[in-house]
């Protein structure tokens, strides 16, 4: 992607935000019963990404039992 494909608010949020030292966060309520798949497409709509950034979620292993029923 070059500066080129951007729009002219993309490019006045990247010269805004772009030299930011402490990152963008994003404060959002989700339901409990959500699942990684719907929270995984609630974050690239968030942020405006496009299915295209590295990602990884890491769960305590009880939790990630508890939450997978020992299923996988």
Same mark, same amino acid.
């Given at each position: 992607?070059?500066?080129?494909? =951007?729009?002219?608010?993309?490019?006045? @949020?990247?010269?805004?935000? /772009?030299?930011?030292?402490?990152? %963008?966060?994003?404060?959002? &309520?989700?339901?409990?019963?959500?699942? =990684?798949?719907?929270?995984?497409?609630? @974050?690239?709509?968030?942020? /405006?990404?496009?299915?295209?950034? %590295?990602?990884?979620?890491? &769960?305590?292993?009880?939790?990630?039992?508890?939450?997978?029923?020992?299923?996988?």
């Amino acid at each position: 992607m070059s500066l080129k494909d =951007l729009n002219r608010k993309e490019r006045t @949020i990247l010269k805004k935000y /772009g030299q930011v030292e402490k990152g %963008l966060y994003r404060d959002v &309520l989700v339901p409990a019963d959500m699942t =990684l798949h719907a929270l995984h497409y609630a @974050i690239m709509r968030l942020f /405006g990404w496009q299915n295209c950034h %590295l990602h990884h979620y890491e &769960l305590p292993p009880k939790t990630f039992a508890h939450l997978t029923e020992d299923n996988l």
